[in-house]
Antibody, heavy 115, light 105 residues
Framework: EVQLVESGEGLVQPGSSMKLSCVAS????????MNWIRQAPKKGLEWIAL????????YYADSVKGRFTISRDNSKNTLYLEMNSLRSEDTAMYYC????????WGQGVMVTVSS | IQLTQSPSLLSASVGDRVTLSCKGS??????LAWYQQKLGEAPKLLIY???SLQTGIPSRFSGSGSGTDYTLTISSLHSEDLATYYC????????FGAGTKLELK
């Protein structure tokens, strides 16, 4: 059974940093690109980052480019999202999702940026 | 590529045939997926590559379209289908539509 389990939820102040993790199981993690997608409260979905299966390419939404970094450790079946210079508008539920068209999603973790 | 979903809110009855629209600002080349999100849950993939049904999804869900215009159809609405539906394109960049909320009439 495919499982994606995010962690790193929390409340942080504007300007601070935070790192999310997503542990994968039930499939060969090193064979698939992985994504981060977020959803602000009562809003729609926003794709924010993609990393290829071998970390050879990384892509970001304009809203997070230069502030967020996606990475992965295939030996640990783990995806990461390092978030710097956080803003109130980054407040959202953050999901990790598998593959080109997100056939599996994690349960999500809430990130709240507020003073 | 921008995606425009219509309507934003759809009221329907159990048993109705329901059609949701997703229009791209450019040709999407069939790289279009649909997701269902129920309140408090993560989204679930329904359809990928315009018309491919994800494993485990009931056959009452179907997708169609080409170019810039795509459709998700529910052939006979069940009460458990009440949710928000999002389209997503992965042809040029990665973009979600704003969603269509499906509610009971």
């Amino acid at each position: 059974e495919v499982q994606l389990v995010e962690s790193g939820e929390g409340l942080v102040q504007p300007g601070s940093s935070m790192k999310l993790s997503c542990v994968a199981s039930g499939f060969t993690f090193s064979n698939y690109g992985m994504n981060w997608i977020r959803q602000a409260p009562k809003k729609g979905l926003e794709w924010i980052a993609l990393i290829y299966y071998d970390s050879s390419s990384k892509y970001y939404a304009d809203s997070v480019k230069g502030r967020f970094t996606i990475s992965r450790d295939n030996s640990k079946n783990t995806l990461y999202l390092e978030m710097n210079s956080l803003r109130s508008e980054d407040t959202a539920m953050y999901y990790c999702a598998k593959g080109w068209f997100f056939d599996y999603w994690g349960q999500g973790v809430m990130v709240t940026v507020s003073s | 590529i921008q995606l425009t979903q219509s309507p934003s809110l759809l009221s329907a009855s159990v048993g109705d045939r329901v059609t949701l629209s997703c229009k791209g600002s450019q040709n999407i080349n069939n790289y279009l997926a649909w997701y269902q999100q129920k309140l408090g849950e993560a989204p679930k993939l329904l359809i990928y590559k315009t018309d491919s049904l994800q494993t485990g999804i009931p056959s009452r869900f179907s997708g169609s379209g080409s170019g810039t215009d795509y459709t998700l159809t529910i052939s006979s609405l069940h009460s458990e289908d009440l949710a928000t539906y999002y389209c997503y394109q992965y042809n040029n960049g990665y973009t979600f539509g704003a969603g269509t909320k499906l509610e009971l009439k």
